[in-house]
């Protein structure tokens, strides 16, 4: 019997990862952003998405305070960036050491029906969501807060039947789900188009955003 060789030519790569001392500096962090935002003048005047009721977007400049917490965040969501972006280039440790790394970071705070619509981050490379608290869990909801990713291979379900209806990951049809644990960190290309469903939980969905673009020192 002839075995065929299957692979994804068109692959989309995806990657995660999880802090080691999440507990600890999620409650740090969630102490910090509630309190910023209470505060007032930290919010995103220019906002490029229609801003929707229970939803809170800070502006772009996160990484830059000068907190541990946030600085601490930074360099672990940098850290899982760099080898993700090392690996999939194959990128040696000198080139790696002249990668400049370009950033937009905010955080958003969405309370009971707030959520996000599809959109993309067009002029990056790669985004990032950091997970720090993925708010209450809704039994009669499980979509609830959840990030939706969606199939980029937009014909992909034009013609189902029994030979392509059933296909396992990473060839399945439609959209993807993640349902965040707190301290976890998901990566993508900016070019996927995502969305968050409306969170019904009764406290408060928090995570930490951002989109980069990179430049070889030298080239």
């Given at each position: 019997m002839?075995e065929?060789?299957?692979y994804?030519?068109?692959?989309?790569?995806?990657?995660?990862a999880m802090?080691?001392?999440a507990?600890a500096?999620n409650a740090?962090?969630?102490?910090l952003l509630l309190q910023r935002?209470?505060e007032?003048g930290f919010g995103?005047?220019?906002?490029?998405?229609?801003?929707?009721?229970?939803?809170f977007?800070?502006d772009f400049?996160l990484?830059a305070?000068?907190?541990?917490?946030i600085?601490?965040?930074r360099?672990?969501?940098?850290?899982?960036?760099?080898?993700?972006?090392?690996?999939l280039?194959?990128?040696?440790?000198?080139q790696?050491r002249?990668?400049?790394?370009?950033?937009?970071?905010?955080?958003?705070?969405?309370?009971r029906?707030?959520?996000?619509?599809t959109?993309?981050?067009p002029m990056?490379s790669?985004?990032g969501?950091?997970?720090v608290?993925?708010?209450?869990?809704?039994p009669?909801?499980?979509?609830s807060?959840?990030?939706?990713?969606?199939?980029p291979?937009?014909?992909?379900?034009?013609?189902?039947?029994?030979?392509?209806?059933?296909?396992?990951?990473p060839?399945q049809?439609?959209?993807?789900?993640l349902r965040?644990?707190?301290?976890?960190?998901?990566?993508?290309?900016?070019?996927v188009q995502?969305?968050?469903l409306p969170?019904?939980?009764?406290?408060?969905r928090?995570?930490?955003?951002?989109?980069?673009w990179?430049?070889?020192?030298?080239?």
């Amino acid at each position: 019997m002839i075995e065929p060789n299957i692979y994804p030519p068109f692959a989309v790569p995806f990657a995660d990862a999880m802090h080691p001392e999440a507990t600890a500096l999620n409650a740090q962090l969630k102490a910090l952003l509630l309190q910023r935002e209470s505060e007032g003048g930290f919010g995103n005047p220019n906002p490029s998405l229609p801003q929707q009721r229970g939803v809170f977007e800070s502006d772009f400049t996160l990484f830059a305070w000068q907190e541990p917490a946030i600085q601490r965040l930074r360099e672990f969501c940098w850290s899982v960036l760099g080898r993700t972006v090392q690996h999939l280039n194959g990128y040696d440790d000198g080139q790696m050491r002249r990668l400049q790394i370009f950033s937009h970071t905010w955080y958003h705070v969405t309370r009971r029906g707030g959520f996000t619509i599809t959109h993309t981050h067009p002029m990056a490379s790669w985004s990032g969501v950091y997970c720090v608290s993925p708010g209450e869990e809704v039994p009669d909801q499980p979509e609830s807060g959840v990030l939706r990713f969606h199939n980029p291979h937009g014909y992909s379900n034009m013609f189902l039947d029994a030979g392509n209806a059933r296909l396992a990951m990473p060839y399945q049809h439609g959209t993807w789900n993640l349902r965040f644990k707190g301290g976890q960190l998901v990566l993508f290309p900016s070019w996927v188009q995502h969305e968050v469903l409306p969170f019904f939980g009764n406290d408060e969905r928090i995570t930490v955003a951002f989109n980069c673009w990179f430049q070889m020192r030298g080239a």
